[in-house]
């Protein structure tokens, strides 16, 4: 008989195991050969070695959906267990859909909907940072955030650190009642939308605690060294040139950053020039650095909106 030890270090080993190891004795069932032990993150198998192959195999499959849709219910083993052969190899195909970034909420569906969200996607995996500029509804943060979950959930980055230039906050947060969170709450909850969609409340919430995800103000960045992290500057249109240089070289090792704006949208004073614009100029043709610009063909809330953003253009 052999025996081998493997240790869950991608995955809690409640997901595995279950409340009082309910999980795991639906997998035994399937495994009726081997003999398995569960301590902690260590889970012994004993039996064949074709058995055990066999095992890790469907282990692998089991936390890979995980990772992608945020549940493993007894009835999702049940199914996951039951596949073999082709219907196994066609469900790890089904995952690698081009178009699909993740699994969020209630097994809602996140892909790229577009040509230019869909290049967003490909540029993140070869470049560390990405500027993604374009009219309102394109989805540019939206899928920013979405390839930014990902990559935490599939252990590629240990933090998410979410930043926005809070113009008005900065200069009027006197009449805006609680502490300093709740004041900048309102200008950071469109970053806060798209995250709840992907990553369940109470899971959100104790990200939140722990700083594994992290949202704030750009003025909050300066003197940080972010390393191993997914780092978001949304609405890049509002940094002043300093601003944006600051954010930039917060980069440190083992980062991606992507940088979101709207260059039709700047609410900066009149004089005062936008650190987007410059950085898309000074910026342009480095290598490591990709630069996508969406346009009315990716608008993808209600068709209004691709119509409103039209005919502002055409100044009619």
Do not use: C
Not at 164 to 192: C, H, I, S, T
């Amino acid at each position: 008989m052999n025996e081998k030890l493997i240790t869950l270090d991608t995955i809690e080993p409640v997901e595995i195991y279950g409340v009082n190891d309910v999980k795991l004795n639906v997998i035994k069932k399937h495994f009726p050969k081997l003999k398995l032990v569960a301590r902690g993150y260590s889970l012994k198998v004993l039996g064949e070695s074709s058995e055990i192959s066999n095992f890790e195999k469907k282990l692998e499959l089991l936390i890979d959906h995980y990772h992608k849709t945020g549940l493993l219910t007894d009835t999702v083993i049940e199914r996951l267990l039951g596949q073999t052969g082709e219907n196994m190899l066609n469900a790890k195909e089904e995952s690698l859909n081009n178009d699909l970034i993740l699994f969020g909420n209630n097994g809602l569906i996140i892909k790229a909907k577009s040509p230019n969200q869909q290049r967003m996607v490909a540029a993140i995996e070869k470049h560390d940072m990405l500027f993604a500029i374009g009219p309102a509804g394109t989805g540019k943060t939206y899928t920013a955030v979405a390839l930014a979950v990902r990559a935490l959930k599939n252990k590629e980055v240990k933090r998410i650190v979410l930043t926005r230039p809070a113009v008005e906050a900065g200069e009027n947060l006197g009449f805006l009642p609680g502490d300093m969170r709740e004041k900048l709450d309102p200008y950071m909850q469109p970053l806060y939308d798209a995250l709840l969609d992907m990553i369940p409340p109470d899971k959100l919430n104790q990200y939140l605690e722990n700083r594994i995800v992290q949202i704030a103000p750009l003025a909050f960045m300066r003197g940080r060294t972010l390393d191993n992290a997914f780092v978001i500057l949304d609405e890049a249109q509002n940094t002043t040139e300093s601003q944006m240089k600051m954010f930039l070289t917060r980069m440190g090792a083992n980062a991606k950053f992507i940088v979101t704006g709207d260059a039709t949208q700047i609410d900066l004073p009149s004089k005062q020039p936008s650190g987007l614009l410059q950085a898309m100029r000074v910026l342009k043709n480095v290598n490591g650095i990709s630069m996508i610009e969406l346009d009315n063909t990716d608008v993808i809330r209600h068709r209004l909106v691709k119509s409103i953003i039209e005919r502002y253009e055409s100044g009619k």
